[in-house]
């Protein structure tokens, strides 16, 4: 698993820097989102979790960031070309995967969890602020 996590901290650090910087520093929220995001895939499962990481948008007074934003950083790390094309959101992504009989629902649950750590990782390489 080590081996693993430390292939995807560049495409991390990338992610991270594409979607979620700001003027040179990262939302010091993200960095909440992105540690309950692990509990939360094990209390309510991935799907659900990723349900609730869906809305959030910068119209809604409670969030201070847009989560959605979180997830389309963690499709970039797990699948790269289709997060370039833009269409397709992480719970779509995971929607689709559950459907095929061929995967198993469980391995995606893995990579999302690796990613995650990976942005938690890459996130504290840049500067935290409240913005």
């Known amino acids: 698993m080590k081996k693993k996590l430390e292939k995807l901290i560049p495409q991390a650090v990338k992610a991270v820097d594409d979607v979620l910087e700001k003027d040179g520093s990262v939302p010091k929220a993200y960095n909440g989102y992105i540690s309950s995001m692990g509990a939360s895939i094990i209390q309510m499962g991935l799907l659900p979790t990723l349900a609730f990481y869906s809305y959030g948008s910068d119209d809604n007074k409670r969030t201070k960031e847009s989560r959605p934003k979180l997830l389309k950083a963690i499709l970039q790390v797990i699948a790269p070309t289709v997060a370039a094309e833009g269409k ?3 719970l779509d992504y995971a929607i689709a995967w559950d459907a095929d009989v ?3 629902l469980r391995q995606l649950q893995k990579q999302i969890t690796l990613a995650a750590i990976a942005i938690k990782l890459a996130i504290r ?7």
């Open 102 to 104: 061929n995967k198993d």
């Open 88 to 90: 397709v959101k992480l």
């Open 125 to 131: 390489t840049f500067d935290l602020k409240d913005l």
